[in-house]
């Protein structure tokens, strides 16, 4: 697939890449700029916000998004910005399946294709792409904007529920808003479009939707494009005008795990996981500098990595989680000492792990399972802890000040104190539900629910 860039500006983004890279680097420590925060482990290294909150207490503000997204909010200076897709008017009646208009992968006929192809698709609606900052201290809307309109070629799976699941990312000097299907688009932090890609159109197994987040590094921003209905591949892109710098095929079906970039020995690696294979790829040229086995089919989990271990997991139909240390990893490393320590029941169908300081936490499936493990050793602080008050997750865990932070699907979030023993701290039930995850900056908790966005602070 062939990608259609338009670029705007290019005096104002030359200009606006003149910022110091050390008050960058301060910056992206304090702020949440990216999916799982500053480390992309989960934790607000900086963070202290409140431990208990309710509809009346520790609400700085509270307003209603339109439309309805999975996409977490991210938070850099004095804005939170979130990307929501809602819909315009009457669904429109689709004749066949989106699939039918793709060939059959190489070698498979047109009757075995296993998105049911030729069955008729849902109504859906129009909708209206949209990016939103919005201010941390008031809650108004700071600006918005509609980076596209358009009719989606094939549903969602309902427990999804929306067209904008991938989060925005940022450096504080643009803002990247990835709608998949409906295009990537870079802003300045004023709402100015900067340029916008193309990349395609994706077509994921039983139309389960899309949600894939990008990851940033330097002036590299990557995506992975996986799915069923043509060919898979992870392309990166320049920052600064959204060229292409190398793009790589992969043979590789629908993933949502947003890819971790890592630096290791003077390389940046970009790790994605996968159903088949988990690939490492050098950030500068593309090539494979490890792989290994995949995780599980529908590879949700984003990795995390510390201490020179990365640890990649999936959930669904099986369990895998891989703890993978980078000195040793070179070539194929299934079934050599790269791999530190693996696991192979209770782990998780969507939500990410968090990674805290000497505590790897991981949800069994989605559910309200908990388990701690050492993440030198596997062996665990504790195992299959339930989660009360807490039955469903989706959203994944945060941490700070010593406390984790697990948000479930019907509004409550159990905070648990940080360490090898379980110990509540709080339980604090909203009147919303939540499937995206929570961004931490200084005092505050944002939650983004399926109506409304919350500012959590202490009053």
């Not at 202290?48 to 977490?72: F, L, Y």
Request: aromatic share 10%; proline share 6%.
């Amino acid at each position: 697939m062939s990608g259609r860039l338009t670029t705007i500006g290019v005096t104002c983004l030359a200009l606006g890449w003149a910022m110091p890279m050390a008050a960058q680097s301060s910056d992206a420590e304090r702020f949440w700029g990216q999916w799982r925060g500053p480390d992309a482990t989960g934790v607000a290294r900086h963070g202290n916000p409140p431990t208990e909150w309710s509809e009346t207490k520790n609400i700085r503000w509270k307003v209603e998004i339109p439309g309805r997204g999975s996409a977490s909010p991210i938070v850099w200076g004095d804005k939170v910005f979130l990307l929501t897709a809602v819909p315009l008017g009457d669904p429109v009646p689709q004749a066949t399946a989106a699939d039918a208009l793709q060939p059959p992968p190489a070698g498979q006929s047109r009757g075995t294709r296993r998105r049911g192809r030729g069955r008729a698709r849902p109504a859906i609606a129009m909708h209206r792409f949209i990016v939103m900052a919005i201010d941390r201290q008031s809650g108004d809307v700071v600006w918005e904007r509609v980076a596209r309109e358009a009719v989606p070629h094939e549903g969602h799976q309902e427990p999804n529920g929306t067209y904008a699941s991938g989060s925005a990312v940022t450096d504080g000097e643009y803002l990247f808003a990835f709608f998949g299907s409906w295009g990537l688009y870079a802003y300045d932090m004023d709402g100015t479009l900067q340029w916008e890609i193309d990349l395609g159109t994706r077509f994921m197994r039983n139309a389960f939707g899309e949600g894939t987040t990008p990851a940033l590094h330097g002036d590299t921003l990557v995506v992975t494009w996986d799915h069923l209905g043509g060919q898979s591949f992870i392309v990166a892109l320049d920052t600064r005008t959204g060229a292409e710098r190398w793009r790589a095929n992969r043979d590789e079906i629908d993933t949502w795990a947003t890819p971790l970039i890592v630096e290791h020995e003077g390389r940046a690696q970009v790790i994605t996981p996968a159903m088949d294979r988990v690939y490492s790829y050098d950030l500068e040229t593309g090539e494979i500098v490890w792989q290994s086995r995949g995780t599980t089919m529908n590879a949700i989990p984003s990795p995390v990595h510390a201490d020179g271990i990365v640890y990649v997991m999936g959930g669904y139909r099986g369990n895998n989680l891989q703890a993978i240390r980078l000195a040793d990893a070179n070539g194929d490393i299934a079934a050599t000492d790269a791999i530190l320590w693996q696991l192979d029941r209770d782990t998780p169908y969507v939500p990410s792990p968090l990674l805290y300081d000497d505590a790897l936490y991981v949800i069994k499936s989605n559910d309200g399972i908990l388990s701690v493990f050492d993440p030198l050793t596997g062996q665990p602080h504790y195992q299959r802890q339930r989660l009360q008050g807490v039955p469903n997750v989706f959203a994944s865990p945060v941490g700070a000040a010593g406390r984790v932070y697990i948000t479930g699907r019907d509004g409550t979030t159990l905070v648990i104190r940080q360490g090898d023993e379980y110990e509540v701290l709080a339980s604090n039930t909203l009147d919303d539900g939540f499937d995206a995850s929570p961004a931490i900056v200084g005092d505050e908790i944002y939650l983004r629910g399926y109506r409304y966005l919350y500012a959590i602070a202490e009053e």
